[in-house]
């Protein structure tokens, strides 16, 4: 069977198929909203996470844009990755247990 979305915070996104895992076989239905946040809004220069920070999770970008940025050691910026509607950000921190980059909004730009 495959998975279902059902009310809460996934019911009218645009990009269902971005989180829809893929290949889960299970008689019973799937509802990521039980794992799923509701899309916060972040406003220009504001931060998602921040580099160190304690991983929380990988976020959706559902509108807007975002800059995933590394600082060295000397305090230099990089900008890794430009991020648009329907991309996944947060892997960094997946394994470490913290994000060792940070997400930083270029315009108003939402993120579940």
Do not use: W
């Not at 989180?19 to 990521?32: E, I, M, N």
């Not at 921040?50 to 800059?67: P, W």
């Not at 470490?96 to 939402?110: D, F, I, W």
């Amino acid at each position: 069977m495959e998975p279902t979305f059902q009310g809460g915070p996934c019911t009218d996104c645009r990009f269902p198929e971005v989180c829809k895992p893929k290949g889960v076989v299970t008689p019973q239905r799937f509802c990521l909203t039980q794992i799923a946040k509701r899309a916060r809004t972040f406003h220009k220069g504001e931060s998602l996470y921040r580099s160190g920070m304690r991983f929380s999770g990988i976020y959706a970008i559902k509108s807007g844009s975002m800059k995933l940025l590394h600082t060295d050691s000397k305090g230099r910026e990089a900008i890794i990755a430009i991020m648009l509607p329907g991309e996944l950000a947060g892997f960094d921190g997946l394994f470490s247990g913290n994000y060792r980059c940070a997400l930083v909004a270029l315009e108003t730009s939402s993120a579940c």
